[in-house]
């Protein structure tokens, strides 16, 4: 029996889109036991997904992988903590990151075109991040090349008795649209702007979908309250919604799940659309763009601004305006037959 380790410990949105690669893995070599070391919070994710055999965390069963001897270990975190229980290992083969004898973190040539433009690229930070913006390749293209294997879709696997009860919240007679207009606090420039976030909801209130009003839902973590309440206090309408920003991962992707489309950020609520197959537009200042993959679901509002891409939290995201998502949400449903 073949057994693969798996190291993504986070983000969340990188778990996810990590976890594209399984399938790929699991007809490459069938009957393989999967087993995916990752973050404590990122397990919910995980939890449903058919193809892993064992999830394990730094804080709860990481001695069993010890235990074990695997065929193929996939490294692909950069932070020295979670690299150091790759040298713990016994494994036949490892593609991705590792330590040296001196714990500086080192990765297989399979793996360069993906950790060249990462935190511990041999070449620098100055030089990682000019190859970030002159990548033209999705993150499902590298992995897949990567692992040699196919990545043909997204998957994403919950409880459907989750999804059922979430979907009741969702008026069957609205097009109902999400949107993630905040990033968190760590990436501010991810974030529309709250006027420009007032004004498309305003402009998508307006809007008539194939003889269906809008629906708006306001989506987001426990960062996003105070964003959301100021938007509902700016915007009357009896068809602006709030999900809420207290729940669970699990129920959060159900509540993406129910909606006709999403608009995000470069973040977690992106990627769970994009894994469920939900249209969405996404919105980049600060990330790239092109490394996004939305296996055709989706569309793409990038910043005119010179500092495009340069991973600067405090990236100018001024042309990010409701004018041009709007503009290009027109163009993606009617693309699609959808008439406004």
Known sequence: MKRILIIKHGALGDVIRTSYILKGIYEKYPGVRIYWLTALDAVDLLRYNPYIFQIVTPKDNLSSLQELSFDLVISLDEEI????????????????AG?????????????????????????GKKRADELKKENTREHNQIMAAMLDIKIEEPLFFNSPILEKEKSLIFPKDYFNIGLNSGAGSRWMSKQLDIRETINLIKGMLDLEISGKKTGMHLLGGMEENERNRTIIDNVSSDRLFD???????????????SCDYVISSDSLALHLAISQKIRNLSFYAPTSAQEIGTFGSGVKVASLSDDYCTYRKDADNSTITSERILQTFREHLKSGGMVL
């Open 99 to 123: 330590l040296t004898k001196d714990n500086q973190p080192v990765y297989t040539d399979e793996s360069a075109e993906w950790f060249d433009m990462g935190l511990i690229s041999r070449f």
């Open 243 to 257: 999900t809420g920003t207290e729940n669970t991962l699990l129920e959060f992707a159900a509540i993406i799940k």
């Open 81 to 96: 903590e979670i690299l150091s229980v790759v040298s713990k290992l016994t494994y036949k083969n490892i593609i991705g």
